[in-house]
Structure formats: C-alpha cells, structure tokens
C-alpha cells in the first residue's frame, strides 16, 4: 500500500505543479474579429515583457510599466471611404486578467491615446482597448485629416471621429478577448474626460449594449453649439476693444473667490455654490481691486476689464437679447477661452484652438478662415450654421436613453462646476432633459447619475483648488457588479492645492454641505443634501 499511496501523491505533486505552471494562451495566432461595415486589413500581436510607457502629462503623468501584456493591432477599414483605422487592445496575463474589459476615449481632436491611456489600466487587469479613429493622432489640430484634397469637409472620418470608431473599438476588444483568454469578458466599461466624455454618452445613445457602465467626464456634448460659444470670450474683448493679460484675469477670479467662498459655510478657497455667488456679485465690484500674480505682476482692475468679465460670464445671446448659450462660470478660470498675447508690442486675443478650428475647417471648411474677426453678429451666423450642417453627425446630446436603460446599463456623468473649457451648465441641461424626455416617474436615478464638483477644473487637471473624484471608476464597478448605486463620490484636492482636504461630491441635485461641528477639511464633517 505505500508504494502505491506514494506513487500517487507524486502523481498529485505533479499535477498540481502542472496547474500552478501552467503557460499562458499564446501571444499570436488571434483570429480576425468580425465587425459589421468593415473590413480587417491586419491583425497582429506582439508579448511585451516589463514594458514601460514614458510619462506624457496631462494625458499620462507618470511612468508605468506593463509586466506581461499581449498587445493585439488591429487595421480596418469601411467601404467606401479611404479610411484606415488602428484599433489597439492590452491583453494583461490571464493570471492578472480581472475578467474586465475597458474601452478609453480621447480628447480634444484625438479619439484615443493609446498606450498612454491603456498602460495604467492594463496595469491594473484590465483587458484595455484605445482607437484613432483613422485620424493622424494630432489632439491640437484636425488640419491633417478634416478636408480632402479637393477642400471638401472628410465626412467618413468626421463620423469616425463622432461616433463609428466606438462601436468598432468595443466589438473588436470583446472578440479579441474572448480569442485569448477562451472565455467572454464579465462586464464591459468605457472611460473618458472630455472628447472621452462625449464618447462615452454617444455609446449610451447610439450603442446602448456595447457597455455595462459608461465613465464620462466634462463631456463634449452639444458640440454644434458650446465649440462655437467658446469663442464669445474673444469676440467680447474684440468688441469692447481691450485684450486683459492673463494675470488680470487671475487677480479677478481671485476677488471673486474672496467674495463667494464663504456661502456654503466654510473657507476653503473654493466657489462651492456658484449660484449663489452669481446672484449677489457683480463683476462691476472688480474695479479698482489690486493684486499679484505669481510671476510677481501687479495689476489694478478697470472698468473695462470689469465689462469684459461680466459679458464673458452672462454669455453669447441672440439678436433679440435672449440666451444663445452658456459663458463661463462665474468661479471659472477665464484665461483658457479668453488668452492673449502681445505681437509686436500689441495685445491681441489668441482663440481656443479647438473652437477656432472647428469653424475653420468644418463650418467654413477653409483653412485660412480669420476667426479673429467675427463679432456677434456672425457668431450667430455661424452658431446657426455649425447645427445646421453637423447636428446629424456630432451633436452627441440625444436625451433618449430609453435602450440604455432597458439594456441594463449605468452611466456616470461627473462635471467640475468650475471648467475653463467646457460649460458645466450643458451636462446639467443634458440630465435634466433626459429626465423630461422619459418622464417624471421614470426613475433616472436608477441607471443614470450626475456629479458636480465645486471648484474643479477641466476634466480636473488642476488648475485650481477643487476636491476631485479619486475613484469614480471604482464606483462605477461596484454600481454596475453589486447593485450599489452611488450617492456621492469620495473627493480630494491635488498636492498642488493651495489648501488640502477632502469632500464629498454628491449625486446631481444634492449637494455636499457642512455639518457645523466636524473638521472642515474632513469629508466626514459633509452630508448631501438639496441646494
């Protein structure tokens, strides 16, 4: 008997030495995936071992390095535009593998960034997937793919920019996927900030069972209309005739954050009920105030620097005096939409780039467009003409989130209520429609929530002093896989923050407020309530 009991438990040892060492699926031989309107041109894979993906801030701040990733290229194409799309998808060891798929968006004029954007997810076990969307990868410019060579607008990559490029990224990582590891992903995510952002919300309204849960930060809906509105900060100073220095522009957020921090109770740098702040300051308090930027400038704000700020706030209207569209916030930075420069001893505005190029080279579909000299009147023109000729295409703010919810999807939407870039009001306009839109008793709360971060920034890079969400995504997973829909996300300022401290951002319309007792600096001291 103890030969036999011996031979057996060696027979064990080794099966069980087997199972531990089992060699990961191949790095190769990963079948073409099949995606409807297109045609694969390529696929190939290549094992990267202790692979490190250098820091490119903003997108990528720090280092990372991959240990064992299967990185999978994917090339197609749709018939019959001469497109040619890359489609890239991390594929960490299946040991590592948290049984996650997540698809990443892009910004500005980029629909992905690619290992930049994969690397700190695949890190973290997720099968990670990013596109170009057959564009040449220039986030600061669409000059080298927005007309044809005969100066016709590119509308096949338009429409990959816009929305095609999501659904193809999302069909070819779950078959990817599903090839390498033997078996389906457990749920499906998408993540972005921005042009991310409005990627994610296009999924919803378009593609509402690609996800499981959509991540959109500061998203760039409304495109027709806020890409064109960015622009009324510099027809405001051409028309009023004076071009402040961006430390004026500083000194008066900074009299405004004086003026307003207080409202919700507590010192903390931050404008945290913007409301309030806009119906009792008035930007006409800004004249005569001193102040020194960091550089060491000292300015004193005039009277026509007060005009300029109280008409970028109150926004581009139409020619009967109404609102066309939002203006910056009244405790945003001004100086992104409203920059200037001085050439040849002349101050002089310097329009947002993406703003400026999406007149240029879609509206106008005319490379050497003068955006400099449109006034009032022809932003309207040209406001008109942006939804006219694009809403089709680009618009991305469809409220109609029926098939997303019945499709069991989640979808977080979180804002800073002090964006220099894009209007926060547009992501409160867009819940509040899709709540008109499926009726007062149908429940948004349950598959769609909104969170607004006061005194955050664009997408939360850090300009100014705001506490912003640290883990949304992992709210999102846990919203999506256990049922536990957020009320409020855990917060805190960056260690570039003049003050530090933490916060809750609670779920659209509630809102954090301070107990009176705690520490103020201390997100326990907070609970949500209404405004």
């Known amino acids: 008997m103890l030969p036999a009991l011996t031979a057996l438990l060696a027979c064990l040892a080794i099966a069980t030495a087997t199972a531990v060492t089992k060699p990961d699926p191949p790095c190769s031989n990963i079948p073409k995936p099949h995606i409807p309107g297109a045609i694969i041109l390529s696929i190939t894979s290549t094992p990267l071992k202790n692979h490190t993906v250098a820091a490119a801030p903003p997108i990528l701040n720090t280092n990372i390095t991959v240990h064992d990733i299967c990185s999978v290229s994917i090339t197609l194409r749709h018939p019959p535009a001469n497109d040619t799309v890359h489609v890239q998808i991390w594929l960490p060891s299946p040991s590592a593998w948290n049984t996650r798929l997540i698809s990443l968006g892009g910004s500005a004029w980029a629909a992905g960034h690619g290992p930049l954007t994969l690397a700190p997810y695949s890190a973290q076990g997720f099968a990670a997937a990013s596109t170009d969307a057959g564009l040449d990868g220039n986030l600061l410019s669409p000059a080298g793919w927005a007309l044809t060579p005969s100066g016709e607008i590119n509308t096949p990559l338009l429409t990959n920019f816009a929305s095609r490029s999501i659904l193809d990224m999302s069909l070819a990582e ?90 919700d109770g507590v010192k903390d740098g931050v404008v ?103 006034d009032s009147v022809v932003l309207r023109g040209i406001f008109a003409e942006s939804v006219e000729k694009f809403e089709e295409i680009i618009e991305s703010s469809n409220p109609d989130l029926s098939a997303f919810k019945r499709s069991g999807g989640k979808l977080m939407v979180w804002h800073g209520e002090s964006d220099n870039i894009i209007f926060p009001q547009d992501s409160v306009q867009y819940r509040k429609e899709v709540q008109e839109r499926l009726g007062a008793g149908s429940d948004v709360d349950s598959f769609f929530r909104l969170f607004m971060a006061p005194g955050v920034d664009h997408c939360g890079l850090g300009s100014i002093d705001g506490a912003g969400p640290t883990n949304p995504l992992g709210s999102l997973i846990d919203w999506v896989e256990k049922g536990k829909a957020p009320r409020e996300l855990a917060a805190t300022t960056l260690p570039t923050a003049k003050s530090q401290f933490t916060r809750k951002i609670c779920s659209y319309p509630l809102v954090a407020k301070f107990d009176g007792r705690g520490d103020p600096a201390a997100a326990s001291s907070y609970r949500c309530t209404k405004n």
């Open 174 to 263: 779950k078959q990817v996927t599903a090839s390498y590891y033997r078996t389906p992903a457990s749920y499906s995510y998408f993540e972005g900030c921005s042009t991310g952002g409005r990627q994610g919300l296009v999924a919803a309204q378009k593609y509402p069972g690609a996800f499981d849960g959509i991540l959109a930060g500061a998203p760039a809906i409304y495109w027709t209309k806020y890409v064109v509105a960015e622009l009324w900060p510099q027809v405001v100073m051409k028309e009023r005739g004076y071009f402040p220095s961006a430390c004026e522009f500083q000194v008066a957020r900074q009299k405004v954050v004086e003026a307003c921090d207080g409202l």
């Open 272 to 374: 945290s009920d913007v409301e309030g702040c806009a119906r009792r300051f008035r930007a006409e308090e800004l004249v005569g105030k001193r102040g020194v930027c960091p550089g060491g400038e000292e300015v004193v704000l005039t009277r026509e620097l007060a005009d300029v700020v109280e008409r970028i706030w109150e926004g581009p209207k139409k020619a009967d005096g109404s609102r066309l569209w939002y203006g910056l916030g009244i405790g945003s930075p001004l100086e992104s939409l409203a920059a200037t420069e001085v050439v040849n001893g002349t101050r002089t505005g310097v329009p947002f780039s993406v703003a400026a190029d999406w007149v240029r080279y879609f509206v106008k579909a005319k490379g050497a467009f003068d955006v400099g000299a449109i």
